[in-house]
């Protein structure tokens, strides 16, 4: 293969724009069903996790306890894909990883509730979130080198950030889709059989993805002899992995706070309809979309460190003020919707330059593995525990401010991380 380095201008760019849309469409697959999911959260406990003479709450803790194993399976994910990423290449790792998430989306379209088939029906869906969680451990690792390593010296943020942004869209597109649905169907009809039909649309949007992908180009190995010749022992990629999951913990649980678990919780804590809900979080993934791009391209000017260390101020200071709007009775309909805006707007800052900064932290050689790893792991328990935890302490302390405190306090261990970054990564090349 020809070096990239060596090729025409032109020729670089249409390749890297066909590694950047492949690289980051297998994000948008993932996402849409996980923001399906969470939208979707009080329905999907009443079908799967509500046995005969429970509460609406204890379904809801085990449809969110559900949804954290799959985060808990992401690490393992990011392990196995991430070592055939890195030993096999980026293109057929990413092929097996949207094929997998896909398939199991569309099946649990297709599962019957547990009013049919009884206590197997939450145990066949939690081995689907189960592959879910395996796929979508391998996708960030994946995804994330091959659209740094084609990204030019100086634009690796923009690059990177497109993984986030197509997250963004993702969890937009799930949210939106539930949103129509909850508008255009009676109450009874969503419960009974409308739920299925976001899942379903995986099918075609996972065809489109492997399509892509089967048509991408493996990234070409860098000219040798290599930049970076050092050996990465099993010490030092830990110590990489602890330092990179320290820098996106904020990132992690802010995200899955203000984008993912807000509908259940405005339903469940706040007593919103499950439209008001839905429109609420489409407005907070509106935010973080619009803001993603943007603090990407600016962390290529300026650094990854004042960026995402102005999101994470930022939800450390404002979550709870924020929260307050929404609680408030007396808010009006544009202040609630300019607090959900600011919201994802805060989360976008730390995810736009995210995915570049972590690339960064790791050599070629490990880059899928070690970068895949930290996310997956900061994911698996920032971010796959927020629904349970933040449900759990709710019910039991009957506190409301507990997502702004679990956000902010995310966020807040994360600023020290963040700190250490060098000022002077963003324009180097990768090792």
Do not use: K
């Not at 020809?2 to 697959?29: F, H, K, Q, Y």
């Not at 986030?164 to 009874?188: E, Q």
């Amino acid at each position: 293969m020809r070096p990239l380095e060596l090729r025409s201008p032109a020729v670089r760019r249409s390749t890297s724009r066909r590694a950047l849309l492949a690289g980051s469409v297998g994000n948008l697959v993932e996402w849409y069903e996980f923001g399906v999911y969470g939208c979707l959260a009080t329905v999907i406990a009443a079908n799967f996790f509500r046995p005969e003479g429970s509460s609406g709450a204890e379904a809801l803790v085990a449809a969110y306890a559900s949804f954290a194993l799959a985060f808990f399976f992401r690490p393992v994910g990011a392990v196995l894909f991430g070592r055939l990423g890195d030993r096999l290449g980026r293109r057929p790792t990413l092929i097996v990883v949207v094929g997998l998430m896909t398939l199991a989306t569309v099946t649990i379209g297709l599962l019957p509730t547990r009013a049919a088939i009884g206590s197997a029906a939450p145990w066949l869906l939690t081995l689907l979130r189960v592959l879910q969680g395996l796929s979508a451990g391998g996708e960030f690792g994946g995804a994330v080198a091959l659209m740094t390593e084609y990204a030019p010296v100086g634009r690796r943020g923009l690059f990177g950030a497109w993984q986030s942004f197509t997250v963004a869209l993702g969890l937009l597109t799930g949210a939106g889709t539930a949103a129509a649905l909850a508008s255009a169907l009676p109450a009874g009809a969503l419960h009974a059989w409308g739920w299925r039909i976001p899942f379903l649309l995986a099918l075609p949007l996972g065809a489109v993805a492997l399509w892509l992908r089967t048509a991408l180009e493996e990234p070409p190995p860098p000219p040798a002899p290599a930049a970076d010749p050092r050996r990465v022992g099993p010490r030092e990629l830990a110590r990489a992995v602890v330092l990179g999951i320290g820098r996106i913990m904020g990132w992690s649980a802010a995200g899955y706070t203000f984008l993912v678990v807000l509908p259940s919780y405005l339903q469940a804590t706040l007593g919103a309809s499950l439209r008001e809900a839905l429109l609420a979080t489409a407005l907070a993934n509106a935010g973080f979309a619009a803001s993603i791009l943007p603090a990407g391209a600016l962390s290529d000017r300026i650094g990854r460190r004042p960026v995402m260390l102005a999101g994470a101020v930022g939800v450390v200071v404002l979550a709870l003020p924020l929260l307050h709007v929404l609680q408030s009775p007396g808010a009006s309909p544009w202040s609630r919707a300019g607090a959900v805006l600011l919201a994802g707007a805060l989360v976008g800052l730390m995810a736009g330059p995210g995915p570049a900064m972590l690339a960064e932290m790791f050599p070629r050689r490990v880059r899928c593995t070690g970068l895949g790893l930290a996310y997956a792991l900061a994911n698996a328990v920032f971010s796959g525990c927020a629904g349970l935890v933040i449900t759990a302490l709710t019910a039991r302390t009957g506190d409301t401010s507990v997502p702004a405190y679990y956000a902010a306090g995310a966020c807040a261990l994360s600023c020290p991380a963040l700190l250490g970054l060098r000022s002077r990564d963003h324009g180097e090349p990768l090792r």
